[in-house]
């Protein structure tokens, strides 16, 4: 396997295309206990023990430690490996991997993440939210509807509006208008919204 190009990420690491298209990166002293420089030939054994001895176990060790303080969707995890110039196949390993202890679970997350936010905004908000995120649309409203049971949208803003302390036959249409931006930045839709307080007039 011969070496094409070897690039400096900083003053710690270096990348190492080959010429079937490999790349991973490693640190300069890595690099040098290899013999590893520009045109050389570098033997599957080597790379072998550089993917085995190296890579894998660095790739595991960066998973855990991005889980370790923040729960994360698997498309949040993949690219945040990606930035770090881990290769697919790498990547691919190490969700396998943490996946076998439970520590990544999007239905946990996406459950997890509408019990914490439902209090504060809409279902819509919530399901974009989730999707940012990588969460498919079906876990996200499996989630949703496990979170919210069968309360509609409608009946969400009424609650908001009841606990603002708002009524609708003593607002004038400054408090209206104040109420209505309230609940549109809490994701509502503008037609829900409307309903709920014309039917509160």
Do not use: C, P
């Not at 300069?28 to 570098?42: C, P």
């Not at 550089?50 to 698997?74: N, P, S």
């Not at 995120?133 to 979170?147: F, M, S, T, V």
Request: aromatic fraction near 10%; charged fraction near 40%.
């Amino acid at each position: 396997m011969q070496i094409a190009q070897v690039t400096e990420l900083d003053n710690k690491r270096i990348r190492i295309f080959l010429e079937d298209g490999t790349d991973f990166v490693l640190y300069k002293g890595e690099g040098r206990k290899y013999g590893i420089r520009e045109d050389a030939e570098l033997s599957k054994e080597q790379y072998e023990e550089i993917y085995q001895e190296i890579l894998v176990k660095r790739v595991r060790r960066r998973t855990l430690h991005l889980l370790e303080k923040t729960d994360r969707t698997e498309a949040q995890l993949r690219m945040k490996l990606r930035q770090g110039f881990y290769g697919e196949d790498l990547i691919d390993h190490a969700i396998e991997y943490v996946k076998g202890f439970h520590y990544l679970d999007d239905t946990r997350y996406a459950r997890n993440y509408v019990r914490n936010q439902k209090d504060r905004k809409s279902r819509r908000k919530i399901r974009a939210e989730l999707a940012e995120r990588g969460i498919g649309k079906e876990l996200a409203e499996q989630a949703l509807d496990e979170e919210y049971g069968q309360e509609t949208e409608r009946e969400l803003i009424l609650k908001w509006v009841e606990k603002k302390h708002y009524s609708g036959e003593q607002a004038d249409l400054k408090e209206k208008q104040k109420m209505y931006q309230f609940l549109m930045r809490k994701g509502f839709h503008s037609d829900d919204i409307l309903h709920v307080l014309d039917y509160l007039t």
